[in-house]
Nanobody, 124 residues
Framework: QVQLEESGGGWVQPGGSLRLSCAAS????????MGWFRQAPGKEREFVAS????????NYADSVKGRFTIASDITKSTVTLQTNSLKLDDAALYYC?????????????????WGKGTLVTVSP
């Protein structure tokens, strides 16, 4: 079992930045891919970014490319999401997720583990 705990959410004005973190505990290893999804009120959960802890490869949703950066620190079993130039549409509950295997991901149904989420609010 792997437990995931997010932190770093909060309120920010449009154009601002937040750094989200996800700490993994339990049976952690480099044989996972980890990443982020988000869900805004009334909308479906959507993919944001993922990273393979084994290969270091990353992928991003088109809506966040160039603004968000995902990174991992295997020694600390932590994945971070640096969010810059935040827009009103970025406001959502951000979930950390993990999938066993070496490949990055985009589909929520493929995840093995989920965190409880951290809230990002973007408003003037």
């Amino acid at each position: 079992q792997v437990q995931l705990e997010e932190s770093g959410g909060g309120w920010v004005q449009p154009g601002g930045s937040l750094r989200l973190s996800c700490a993994a505990s339990g049976r952690t290893s480099s044989n996972y891919a980890m990443g982020w999804f988000r869900q805004a009120p009334g909308k479906e959960r959507e993919f944001v970014a993922s990273i393979s802890l084994y290969t270091g490869l990353r992928n991003y949703a088109d809506s966040v490319k160039g603004r968000f950066t995902i990174a991992s620190d295997i020694t600390k079993s932590t994945v971070t999401l640096q969010t810059n130039s935040l827009k009103l549409d970025d406001a959502a509950l951000y979930y950390c997720a993990a999938k066993f295997g070496h490949s990055t991901f985009t589909q929520a149904d493929d995840m093995d583990y989920w965190g409880k989420g951290t809230l990002v609010t973007v408003s003037p």
